[in-house]
């Protein structure tokens, strides 16, 4: 009996919506991932590992914040986020894992949440680039791929930030679907809060992607010609540069300063 009740009482705690991120992740065999998980502002402060198992409590740490390798943490907390980088995943990596905050208290169970990874040659879904960039006010596309038999599935473009998702186009994002396996996602129109973790999903599988935006670069005019004005009574050692302190009479009206950097005339009346 005692055991059945530690059973319910852990599928109870399975969940978290203190920490979050996508519930069925898809990769391809050999290839890289990044999973970015989300935790509420109060554990900034708090340790973060990514462990393999389904319930906590069994769950075998495989890395933890600031680790290095082919599985390593990373902690942002001005974003509130860690991300788990998974490089050179095989199929034997698919299985059960889960994005942990460490409490730190023996009696208070570590917080985290669940997640199931597939790795396989042919996975549900996939992206062409998992990193995109494009500049402000410009626009940006990700090809998105699907594995047949999930052509019927509901397709999603969704926002981590805010967890919204667009099942259709709009004026900013425009989402084709060709029925043969390639939904293209346009994002026009690009600004600074536009960057950021997003997930493409066919059914209940998704694969994430990062957007950089970038300022545009300015253009500059061409240069201006400013009037200068010359004092009679001004010292010469106003001029910026190394002054030469030579008048020249020219042939003409006018009377000429010279500088190793600038040439200045005033006009004779």
Request: aromatic letters at 10%; one cysteine or more; proline letters at 3%.
């Amino acid at each position: 009996m005692s055991s059945l009740i530690l059973s319910v009482f852990f599928l109870c705690i399975s969940e978290s919506e203190s920490v979050k991120t996508l519930r069925n992740v898809a990769v391809k065999s050999g290839g890289s991932l990044t999973i970015p998980c989300f935790y509420d502002e109060k554990y900034k402060s708090n340790p973060k590992y990514w462990c393999k198992g389904y319930y906590w409590y069994s769950c075998g740490i495989v890395a933890r914040t600031n680790t290095s390798g082919r599985t390593s943490v990373t902690d942002y907390p001005t974003q509130n986020m860690f991300t788990v980088e998974l490089n050179s995943l095989q199929d034997s990596d698919s299985g059960d894992y889960r994005c942990t905050v460490e409490i730190g208290d023996k009696w208070t169970v570590d917080d985290s949440h669940y997640l199931y990874l597939m790795v396989s040659a042919d996975p549900a879904v996939s992206v062409i680039n998992s990193r995109v960039s494009g500049q402000e006010g410009g626009s940006v596309s990700v090809q998105c791929l699907y594995r047949t038999d999930y052509k019927n599935k509901q397709k999603q473009w969704c926002r981590f930030r805010d967890w919204s998702c667009l099942t259709s186009q709009n004026s900013a994002v425009q989402i084709s679907d060709d029925g043969r396996g390639v939904v293209s996602v346009e994002m026009s129109g690009l600004k600074k809060s536009d960057a950021g973790w997003y997930w493409f999903s066919a059914g209940e599988v998704g694969v994430t992607v990062h957007l950089t935006v970038t300022e545009r670069p300015t253009t500059s005019g061409s240069p201006k010609t400013e009037d200068i004005v010359i004092s009679r009574a001004a010292d010469t050692t106003a001029f910026k540069g190394k002054q030469t302190e030579e008048m020249v009479d020219t042939p003409a009206t006018e009377t000429c300063l010279h500088t190793e950097s600038e040439q200045f005339c005033v006009a004779r009346n």
